[in-house]
């Protein structure tokens, strides 16, 4: 059984930039969440998606978007980068309504 | 009232010793509680959980203890040891609707060998 994979693991931007960041979800799991944790910050949540639909989304603005695959793999996108934008970037995964996530090793996003 | 508070926002331990983390919240709707483990340069990692049904929840040297009326949760590890340093995270969720987690701020914890 894999678990959650998530790519690139680290990447730099410059501001104004956009950015996708890619997640496969672990085997058996069709709910997808993204978290976004700034350095010595717990998690805070961006969406979820489910059958391929955002099903709950955090205070995030619209230049953050993502996309559920048939397969329940998932991108994050984010436009118009900014400065406050570099954070780990986590994606999560379930069966739907265990309330059990399980998480990548992130994709740790640096905006200059 | 989506706030999870946590405390202590680091805490050293000898090698042996029990480790405590407290939290409490606000919202009545919450029904999951889980916690997390984090690694340096790794994703959380979930630990233990527990569902507002029972007071105690044990898993090997982790325990949860729920106080519903009170609105806190705790998570004590027993005969702790160098390799639990590591940073913990309470989380909470609703059943209903998207499985939003709210995370508290974290606990560094430091085992001294």
């Known amino acids: 059984e894999t678990g959650v994979t998530q790519s690139p693991t680290h990447l730099i931007k410059t501001r104004g930039q956009q950015v996708t960041l890619r997640c496969s979800s672990q085997?058996?799991?069709?709910?997808v969440s993204w978290y976004q944790q700034a350095l010595g910050q717990g998690p805070q949540f961006i969406f979820q998606y489910y059958r391929e639909e955002e099903n709950g989304r955090g205070n995030f603005p619209p230049r953050f978007s993502g996309l559920q695959f048939p397969n329940y793999s998932s991108e994050l996108n984010v436009n118009a980068l900014e400065l406050d934008d570099s954070a780990l970037y986590l994606c999560?995964?379930?069966?739907?309504?265990?309330?059990?996530?399980?998480f990548g090793e992130g994709s740790r996003l640096t905006v200059l | 009232q989506q706030q999870v508070k946590q405390s202590p926002q680091s805490l050293i331990v000898q090698k042996g010793g029990i480790s405590i983390i407290n939290c409490a919240y606000e919202n009545t709707a919450f029904d999951y509680f889980p916690w997390y483990q984090q690694f340096p340069g790794k994703g959380p990692a979930l630990l233990i959980a527990i569902r507002p049904d029972v007071s105690e929840k044990k898993e090997g040297r982790f325990t949860i203890s729920f106080n519903k009326s009170a609105k806190q949760f705790s998570l004590h590890i027993m005969d702790s040891q160098p390799g639990d340093s590591a940073t913990y995270f309470c989380a909470a969720s609703m059943h209903q609707g998207a499985q939003k987690l709210v995370f508290g701020q974290g606990t560094r914890l430091t085992i001294n060998p």
């Open positions: 999560a995964s379930s069966a739907a309504g265990t309330g059990e996530l399980f």
């Open positions: 085997s058996g799991h069709n709910t």
